[in-house]
C-alpha cells in the first residue's frame, strides 16, 4: 500500500507561478513512477506530466510542456510540479499517483495509487 497527500494548490493569477507536493508514505520502494494528472468541472481526468524510479525519465503532456516541470526528493519520498506561466485553462483538481507496474503514463487506468487532489485556480 501506498498513500499520498498532495498540497500546494491555491488561487493564482495568470502567469503566476504554484508548487505541488505530493509526499508518499507506505511501500514507495515498489513504485514504478510517480504522475500528475488533472481534472476540470465537466472533463476527464487528463494525463500531466511523469517521472519514472529508476531513471527520472519525464515527460509531458503538449499542453504543459515547457511551463511545467515533475521531479522527485527521494530522501523526503516527495514528488513535486513546478508550475509556471499558469493559464485560465490550467484551473482543476491536481492529482498525483503512483503505480507499482509498467503502464501507459496518459492513462489514468494503469495507475493504482491516488491521493486525494489539491485545487488549483487561476484566474484571468
Known amino acids: 500500500q501506498v498513500q499520498l497527500v498532495e498540497s500546494g494548490g491555491g488561487l493564482v493569477q495568470a502567469g503566476g507561478s504554484l508548487r505541488l507536493s505530493c509526499a508518499a508514505s507506505g511501500r514507495t520502494d515498489v513504485s514504478n513512477a510517480w504522475g500528475w494528472f488533472r481534472q476540470a468541472p465537466g472533463k476527464e481526468r487528463e494525463f500531466v506530466a511523469g517521472i519514472t524510479s529508476e531513471s527520472s525519465v519525464t515527460n509531458y503532456s503538449d499542453s504543459v510542456k515547457g511551463r511545467f516541470t515533475i521531479s522527485r526528493d527521494n530522501a523526503k519520498n516527495t514528488v513535486y510540479l513546478q508550475m509556471r506561466d499558469l493559464k485560465p485553462e490550467d484551473t482543476a483538481v491536481y492529482y498525483c499517483?503512483?503505480?507499482?507496474?509498467?503502464?501507459?503514463?496518459?492513462?489514468?487506468?494503469?495507475?493504482?495509487?491516488w491521493g486525494q487532489g489539491t485545487q488549483v485556480t487561476v484566474s484571468s
Open positions: 499517483a503512483t503505480r507499482t507496474y509498467s503502464g501507459d503514463n496518459v492513462l489514468p487506468g494503469d495507475w493504482n495509487y
